[in-house]
């Protein structure tokens, strides 16, 4: 089993920043495979970026390619999502996820979820 718990999310203008964190508990973090999705309300549940149990491969949306950064270290347990150059189309629930396949991009390829943090882009 493990635990995620998302945090950072909060209320930035377009074209602002955010970083969100996702840290872990259980089994051995580096086991994983972790990715980030979104969902907006009335939509389904997207893809955002995903990051290999090591770290040295990474895959994002094509929405999110050039402005977000996924990241991770395991020595704290943690992934990250770095979120440049926002937009109100960013507006949306962001979850972590460890995962079962390498930088998958479906959510039945991942195991254990958080509990999400919303992030609001104003216009």
């Known amino acids: 089993q493990v635990q995620l718990v998302e945090s950072g999310g909060g209320l930035v203008q377009a074209g602002g920043s955010l970083r969100l964190s996702c840290a872990a508990s259980?089994?051995?973090?580096?086991?994983?495979?972790m990715g980030w999705f979104r969902q907006a309300p009335g939509k389904e549940r997207e893809f955002v970026a995903a990051i290999s149990n090591s770290g040295g491969s990474t895959k994002y949306a094509d929405s999110v390619k050039g402005r977000f950064t996924i990241s991770r270290d395991n020595a704290k347990n943690t992934v990250y999502l770095q979120m440049n150059s926002l937009k109100p189309e960013d507006t949306a629930v962001y979850y972590c996820a460890a995962g079962l396949v390498t930088l998958g991009a479906r959510s039945y390829e991942y195991k254990y979820w958080g509990q999400g943090t919303q992030v609001t882009v104003s216009s």
């Open positions: 259980g089994r051995t973090f580096s086991n994983y495979p």
